[in-house]
């Protein structure tokens, strides 16, 4: 093994427990999904060339898992657009359960593979993979103005030169610029929760969030996969996550 590759965000289960908290329109809880980014990757051939995958299933607007703990539950209150998501708070108690069971497992299974690959490898490699849309609501960009503009295919972060070697991110980069016009780092993102918690567990490790412009793969109008973008960003991008253990 040589590490770990996480997708916290394109999930979509919503527990049963919690619907009757939520919004009944279907569109706007699915708006700041991280949609298919597990399509973009071929797990199998990362499999084979020694990293495990880490998705979860859950809904980000439930559990955000790139969210401290404190915040992780009903972060989302309103999505980016500025549409209500929650139209009754969750009871504390609850929260507490949909900690237990969908925040602490993720975090646990990444912390035991980590720790296993430290043990064998001094630098082992973390990519936390988010999708962008092409453009933020104006509700989203009055938040966070520096996210107007042009947002690059891909973001690559490593919380401003903490949390990778040079070497690892810019290896990583020059690989996707082959194929791809613009690759920033940490611009305009520089690495969320996961990013900083799996850091300060492993302050060895290579850890690098990775955030792709959903157009690279998805038809954005209608929020479905574009088969053929798709297949090509799969090959392209697994190759450079696996040529990164050679950096």
């Known amino acids: 093994m040589v590490g770990v590759i996480s997708i916290p965000h394109s999930g979509t289960h919503i527990p049963p427990s919690v619907t009757g908290f939520l919004t009944q329109d279907a569109a706007a809880m699915a708006r700041d999904i991280d949609p298919e980014v597990h399509c973009i990757i071929d797990i199998e051939k990362l499999n084979r060339n020694g990293f495990s995958v880490i998705k979860t299933n859950v809904h980000r607007s439930i559990v955000d898992l790139n969210r401290p703990t404190s915040t992780a539950i009903s972060y989302w209150r309103k999505n980016t657009a500025g549409e209500t998501l929650y139209e009754i708070d969750i009871p504390e108690e609850q929260k507490g359960i949909l900690l237990e069971k969908f925040y602490a497992p993720y975090f646990e299974k990444i912390f035991l593979e980590m720790g296993r690959l430290a ?22 960009l009055t938040k966070l103005p520096q996210l107007a503009g042009t947002i690059p295919d891909f973001c690559l972060s490593n919380l401003e030169g903490k949390s990778s070697s040079r070497e690892t991110i810019i290896g990583l980069k020059d690989s996707l610029r082959k194929h791809f016009r613009e690759v920033r780092i940490n611009d305009p993102f520089k690495g969320g929760n996961i990013t900083q918690t799996v850091h300060a567990k492993f302050p060895r490790a290579e850890v690098i969030q990775v955030e792709i412009l959903r157009r690279l793969y998805m038809k954005e109008e209608v929020n479905a996969l574009n088969h053929e973008k798709t297949e090509k960003l799969k090959r392209i991008f697994t190759d450079a996550l696996i040529a990164s253990n050679h950096a």
Do not use: A, N
């Open 119 to 140: 043990e064998k490898k001094s630098r082992p490699l973390f990519f936390d993979l988010h999708s962008t849309p092409s453009q933020f609501p104006k509700y989203y």
